[in-house]
C-alpha cells in the first residue's frame, strides 16, 4: 500500500466529541525506515519514545501496520518474540511492556494510530481482542490506515472525530479476525484431541504433533490449554489413563497385559502413571470396584 511517501507524525489532544462514543484518536503516523537507518528514530515525546535495551510501556492503544519489510516483536512480561512481516499487524495494549525493531537488512514501513476510551477496554477486557498481539492485514485495514494518513496530514485536530471512527474500524476488524481465528483454533484443537483419543495406545509426542501443525510447541501448548484446560502432555496421560480404568473394571485382564495394550515399557511405568494421577494402583483400584465375594 502507498501513502504518498512522506514521513508525518501527529499527537493530538482529549477530544469531547470523540469521548462521547469511546474513542480518541490520540496520534497517528508513517515511517519509512530504510536498511542500516537507526532505529527508533528520536523524535517522538517522551512517553512514546523507546530504546532496545529499555523497552517500552504506553498509556493506551496503539495499532501498527508493517507494509513492507520485516523485523520483530518482544512482548509481555514473558519477552515473548514474534516475528513480524509484511503485512503484520502489532496491537499493543497500555501498560504491558513491548519492543519492536525492523530487521537491519531489510528495513520496514510503519503506520500507526493510537487510540484511549471505552470501546478499546472494552474490547481487551471482554477478550475479543488480544493476548496474541499479532494479526495479519486485509484491503480493509490497509484502506482504513490510507485514510488515516490522508485525514491527519490535511489536518489532523480538525479530521480527529473521523480519525477516532477510523479507529473503531480497525478495532473492529481486528475483533472479527480474533474471533475467526479462535473458531479455526477450536477446529483444529478438535482435531488434535480426536487423534490422540484414536492413538492413546501409541501417542505422538506432543512436539511431534506441534511440528505437524507448523506451529512452535510453546504456542500449542498455550493454544492446548486454552481450549481443554490442561497440556497437551497432560491431555494424552489422562486419556491413556481414562482407557485403563475401562480394561481394569470391563475385562480381566492383567495388569501386565493393559500396560501393553496401552503402549507402556512395562507394568511397573503403568501403575506409577495410575497412581500418580488416581493416587493407588490399578491392582488397588480394581479390587475396590469389585470387592472379593461380590
Same mark, same amino acid.
Given at each position: 500500500m502507498g501513502a504518498e511517501g512522506r514521513d508525518y507524525f501527529v499527537y493530538l489532544?482529549?477530544?469531547?466529541?470523540? =469521548?462521547?462514543?469511546?474513542?480518541? =484518536?490520540?496520534?497517528?503516523?508513517?515511517?519509512?525506515?530504510?536498511?542500516?537507518?537507526?532505529?527508533?528514530?528520536?523524535?517522538?515525546?517522551?512517553?512514546?519514545?523507546?530504546?532496545?535495551?529499555?523497552?517500552? *510501556?504506553?498509556?493506551?492503544?496503539?495499532?501498527?501496520?508493517?507494509?513492507?519489510?520485516?523485523?520483530?516483536?518482544?512482548?509481555?512480561?514473558?519477552?515473548?518474540?514474534?516475528?513480524?512481516?509484511?503485512?503484520?499487524?502489532?496491537?499493543?495494549?497500555?501498560?504491558? %511492556?513491548?519492543?519492536?525493531?525492523?530487521?537491519?537488512?531489510?528495513? %520496514?514501513?510503519?503506520?500507526?494510530?493510537?487510540?484511549?476510551?471505552?470501546?478499546?477496554?472494552?474490547?481487551?477486557? =471482554?477478550?475479543?481482542?488480544?493476548?496474541?498481539?499479532?494479526?495479519?492485514?486485509?484491503?480493509?485495514?490497509?484502506?482504513?490506515?490510507?485514510?488515516?494518513?490522508? !485525514?491527519?496530514? =490535511?489536518?489532523?485536530?480538525?479530521?480527529?472525530?473521523?480519525?477516532?471512527?477510523?479507529?473503531?474500524?480497525?478495532?473492529?476488524?481486528?475483533?472479527?479476525?480474533?474471533?475467526?481465528?479462535?473458531?479455526?483454533?477450536?477446529?483444529?484443537?478438535?482435531?488434535?484431541? #480426536?487423534?490422540?483419543?484414536?492413538?492413546?495406545?501409541?501417542?505422538?509426542?506432543?512436539?511431534? !504433533?506441534?511440528?505437524?501443525?507448523?506451529?512452535?510447541?510453546?504456542?500449542?501448548?498455550?493454544?492446548?490449554?486454552?481450549?481443554?484446560?490442561?497440556?497437551?502432555?497432560?491431555?494424552? *496421560?489422562?486419556?491413556?489413563?481414562?482407557?485403563?480404568?475401562?480394561?481394569?473394571?470391563?475385562?480381566?485382564?492383567?495388569?501386565?497385559?493393559?500396560?501393553? *495394550?496401552?503402549?507402556?515399557?512395562?507394568?511397573?511405568?503403568?501403575? #506409577?502413571?495410575?497412581?500418580?494421577?488416581?493416587?493407588?494402583?490399578?491392582?488397588? %483400584?480394581?479390587?475396590?470396584?469389585?470387592?472379593?465375594?461380590?
Amino acid at each position: 500500500m502507498g501513502a504518498e511517501g512522506r514521513d508525518y507524525f501527529v499527537y493530538l489532544s482529549e477530544n469531547r466529541l470523540c =469521548a462521547a462514543w469511546g474513542c480518541t =484518536a490520540s496520534s497517528s503516523g508513517y515511517t519509512e525506515i530504510k536498511p542500516g537507518m537507526v532505529y527508533p528514530p528520536v523524535r517522538h515525546p517522551d512517553d512514546h519514545h523507546f530504546d532496545w535495551e529499555r523497552g517500552r *510501556i504506553l498509556q493506551a492503544y496503539q495499532i501498527i501496520l508493517v507494509s513492507a519489510g520485516r523485523g520483530r516483536l518482544q512482548y509481555g512480561p514473558a519477552h515473548s518474540v514474534m516475528e513480524i512481516s509484511a503485512g503484520s499487524i502489532m496491537l499493543l495494549m497500555p501498560g504491558i %511492556w513491548h519492543r519492536y525493531s525492523p530487521d537491519d537488512r531489510t528495513g %520496514w514501513t510503519e503506520h500507526w494510530i493510537e487510540c484511549r476510551g471505552s470501546a478499546f477496554d472494552f474490547a481487551a477486557q =471482554a477478550g475479543l481482542v488480544g493476548p496474541d498481539p499479532v494479526y495479519r492485514s486485509n484491503a480493509d485495514i490497509d484502506g482504513a490506515f490510507e485514510t488515516i494518513h490522508h !485525514l491527519a496530514r =490535511a489536518d489532523a485536530n480538525a479530521n480527529q472525530p473521523v480519525l477516532a471512527t477510523l479507529g473503531l474500524q480497525l478495532l473492529a476488524h481486528l475483533a472479527k479476525s480474533a474471533e475467526s481465528s479462535a473458531r479455526n483454533n477450536s477446529f483444529l484443537i478438535q482435531k488434535v484431541t #480426536r487423534n490422540m483419543h484414536s492413538r492413546c495406545s501409541d501417542p505422538e509426542r506432543p512436539e511431534t !504433533l506441534a511440528r505437524e501443525l507448523n506451529l512452535s510447541y510453546s504456542h500449542f501448548r498455550q493454544m492446548f490449554k486454552e481450549h481443554t484446560g490442561i497440556s497437551p502432555k497432560r491431555y494424552q *496421560i489422562t486419556i491413556r489413563m481414562q482407557r485403563a480404568q475401562d480394561l481394569l473394571a470391563n475385562t480381566n485382564k492383567s495388569i501386565k497385559e493393559i500396560a501393553a *495394550i496401552l503402549g507402556f515399557n512395562s507394568a511397573f511405568h503403568f501403575s #506409577r502413571q495410575f497412581n500418580e494421577l488416581y493416587g493407588t494402583s490399578p491392582r488397588n %483400584w480394581r479390587a475396590h470396584l469389585h470387592p472379593a465375594g461380590s
